[in-house]
């Protein structure tokens, strides 16, 4: 696994993120982002009581925080269908504890934003869907026409708990930021954690993208060091090449980066192809392959 020395990290940056997250301006940038929700605060209050005295509310949340007595509320937990079929486990948190969580990864994303790979495309600020197509229509131009689509089965589910905190730990510095993210992980009810325990990203923390692609990151570097073109957006990804045997050359290579991550392959959604436009990357259509690859 990829290490965050201290010889890359931005000291002054990261300095003391726990006490940034413990401050009125952090936690009301957060409750911007979930003011409008039709949830509730806590078992007991709505959004909109607390909205009526929402300094106080913060001044609690900070002195929980700093005390160490804060401690979040179970996951209320549903299935929903999937658009192929089955269905998938989702977590609400409570908006108290959603509004933390939010607070953590205003503090927090920025420093993981200087170490993430440019190739990588979902969940992160100013990222989106057409500019991880427009990379993979940029590579297909210049020549690397064949393509290994695939994505990680079950990703967020099947992510080990310790080895995301101890990159969550090696980030921040801050063992006091870490040991948030442990009390979420342990929200998740037992009857739900369906590979065992300290096992799986609950979909539905705010927090749980951003320790999806901190986890991945290791994947991206891998791809890249062995020269792999590339694109990924969460869990699906799509390696490039030039020839249909690159294109199964690199899908192998990245099975094996995968699983050594713990993770692997979705064998049911993992193809190798030429460009074209009948075919379709995240909802979008593809170009043409047309070209050679140019040297």
């Given at each position: 696994m990829t290490v965050y020395t201290s010889e890359n990290r931005v000291a002054d940056i990261m300095a003391y993120l726990f006490d940034k997250v413990c401050t009125?301006?952090?936690?009301?940038?957060?409750?911007q982002s979930i003011r409008k929700n039709k949830g509730?605060?806590?078992p007991k209050l709505s959004i909109q009581e607390v909205e009526t005295e929402l300094d106080w509310h913060f001044e609690s949340i900070i002195r929980e925080l700093q005390s160490g007595h804060y401690r979040p509320?179970?996951?209320n937990c549903f299935d929903v269908p999937k658009s192929c079929g089955g269905r998938r486990l989702v977590c609400a948190p409570y908006a108290r504890d959603k509004l933390i969580q939010r607070a953590v990864i205003l503090v927090l994303e920025p420093i993981a934003e200087q170490f993430f790979h440019p190739a990588s495309f979902g969940y992160r600020p100013l990222c989106t869907i057409d500019m991880a197509l427009s990379r993979v229509r940029e590579w297909v131009r210049q020549g690397y026409i064949w393509l290994?689509?695939?994505?990680i089965t079950a990703c967020f589910d099947s992510i080990p708990q310790d080895p995301v905190l101890n990159l969550v730990d090696l980030l921040s510095d801050d063992s006091r930021l870490?040991?948030?993210f442990a009390l979420w992980f342990e929200t998740l009810p037992l009857r739900h954690r369906y590979r065992g325990d300290r096992i799986g990203l609950p979909q539905g923390l705010v927090v749980s993208p951003l320790l999806c692609n901190l986890?991945?990151?290791?994947?991206?570097?891998?791809?890249?060091?062995?020269?792999?073109?590339?694109?990924?957006?969460?869990?699906?990804f799509m390696v490039m090449a030039g020839d249909e045997e690159g294109?199964?050359?690199a899908l192998e290579f990245a099975a094996n980066s995968v699983a050594r991550l713990g993770l692997e392959l979705n064998g049911e959604k993992t193809c190798v192809l030429k460009s074209r436009s009948s075919y379709r990357f995240l909802g979008k259509r593809l170009p043409t392959a047309r070209a050679r690859i140019l040297l």
């Open positions: 009125f301006d952090v936690l009301n940038l957060a409750w509730q605060w806590t509320y179970s996951l290994g689509d695939t994505d870490t040991n948030l986890y991945l990151h290791d994947l991206d570097m891998d791809l890249e060091e062995a020269g792999i073109p590339f694109v990924r957006y969460a869990d699906n294109a199964y050359t």
